[in-house]
């Protein structure tokens, strides 16, 4: 049966495989759900307790997704969020899924994909403005904004995604090494599966990343991240957020360096969500820093000081520097 | 794939409105029940297994997302 886009207009790319040399999506029907939880993976998980979804999925070539880029473009995303992990990426994305005008794509398995594929880059920066594309589809009237949060790894493909989007600006969201280390021990994110994110030890196998301690791999990995960030610094599109700046400078310095505007009442809006705890919205955020730091071994301390420390400073002196 | 089975899903997925209607229902042997009805108001015929089929299907696929 022919694929005709308008049967695609209330479905979202539920995953991309590959299958005997060629790449496949599988679509999920959304129906009336907005992406308001704190990660794609959660707003899948709902939709994928419903026995239709279960029963009734597209299956279409990953090419399809370029027919939907050139026949029916979506909103042009105003910005994209990169991090460490563990920083405030999540109270920044929740901030803006609290308005029905904004959509917000967080931490998406079938970007990730995209990005990751054995694939050249050229073909990966086609596919990932395809993906992107079918994400960004307007569904609600309301909608008139597109955000993209990525996995904390992508920032390690930070120059290919830039080049793929050459006029979109992103925020890089970075906070004090040992709460991000003692974040991450207290429940390991997956870039912390030892050998699952490749780019992040590129020199080393598997066995060799096992030789580390569980404290040296997670900052050794934050290290990567925030050099990665650190290595883009010069770039117009950019922008350096300290977790301490949060929620505060959201507005003065986030939605400006993004160019989006929200009226009284939808920053009134903003504000509760700024007050809940963005990984578990109904529950009121309470700050932890202190307490995460306290908790921190003198191993953590001691590595997050050699490994992290220093990327950190410089994250900060460029920060307050352009400021 | 059932054949009359996978010309019933060609048929959904043209139709919003059976979409809208069949995601509706959250209980599944309820769903499973609607299915077969609606399947042969439309003259196909096929029972149960090959919806569960469909439905363990997705649950695989879900789960494969990350392979």
């Not at chain 1, 991000?180 to 994110?197: E, F, K, Y």
């Not at chain 1, 504000?271 to 705890?277: E, K, Q, V």
């Not at chain 1, 963005?278 to 820093?289: I, R, W, Y």
């Not at chain 2, 959250?26 to 090959?50: A, C, P, Q, T």
Request: aromatic residues 12%; charged residues 30%; negative net charge.
């Amino acid at each position: 049966m022919d694929l005709r886009i308008e049967d695609f207009r209330d479905w979202a790319p539920l995953r991309i495989y590959e299958q005997s040399g060629s790449f496949f999506v599988d679509w999920v029907f959304l129906g009336k759900k907005r992406f308001t939880e704190p990660f794609f993976e959660d707003t899948l998980h709902i939709l994928m307790r419903k026995p239709f979804n279960l029963a009734f999925r597209h299956q279409t070539p990953i090419e399809f997704l370029g027919e939907i880029f050139n026949e029916s473009p979506g909103l042009q995303p105003k910005g994209f969020i990169f991090h460490i992990s563990r920083c405030g990426s999540t109270l920044v994305s929740q901030m803006f899924a609290s308005l029905e005008k904004n959509i917000v794509i967080s931490e998406a398995t079938v970007i990730d994909k995209v990005i990751r594929a054995a694939v050249s880059d050229e073909r990966k920066k086609v596919w990932l403005r395809w993906v992107v594309n079918a994400l960004a589809q307007k569904r609600f009237e309301r909608e008139e904004n597109f955000f993209v949060k990525f996995d904390s790894w992508s920032v390690l493909d930070l120059h290919l995604i830039e080049s793929a989007y050459p006029k979109i600006p992103w925020i890089f969201l970075y906070r004090d090494p040992v709460e991000v280390i003692v974040s991450n021990l207290r429940q390991p994110g997956a870039q912390m599966i030892p050998g699952t994110i490749e780019k992040i030890f590129p020199e080393l196998n598997l066995f060799e990343i096992l030789q580390f301690s569980t404290e040296e791999r997670f900052a050794r990995t934050i290290a990567a991240f925030a050099e990665s960030g650190l290595a883009n610094k010069e770039s117009n599109l950019g922008k350096f957020i300290n977790y301490d700046q949060l929620p505060e400078i959201f507005s003065s310095e986030i939605c400006a360096h993004f160019n989006v505007h929200f009226d009284e009442d939808e920053a009134a809006a903003i504000g509760r969500t700024a007050r809940s705890n963005a990984k578990s919205p109904g529950e009121t955020f309470v700050p932890d820093g202190k307490e995460k730091r306290k908790e921190a071994s003198e191993k953590v301390l001691s590595l997050a000081e050699d490994l992290v420390l220093p990327l950190y400073e410089k994250l900060e002196n460029y920060r307050l520097l352009v400021q | 794939m059932d054949e009359e089975f996978e010309k019933f899903r060609q048929i959904v997925f043209r139709d919003l409105e059976l979409q809208n209607t069949l995601q509706s229902i959250s209980e599944h042997d309820v769903f499973v029940s609607r299915v077969i009805e609606l399947g042969n108001e439309f003259g196909l015929k096929f029972g149960e297994s090959e919806v569960l089929q469909a439905m363990n299907d997705g649950r695989r696929v879900f789960i494969e997302r990350w392979i």
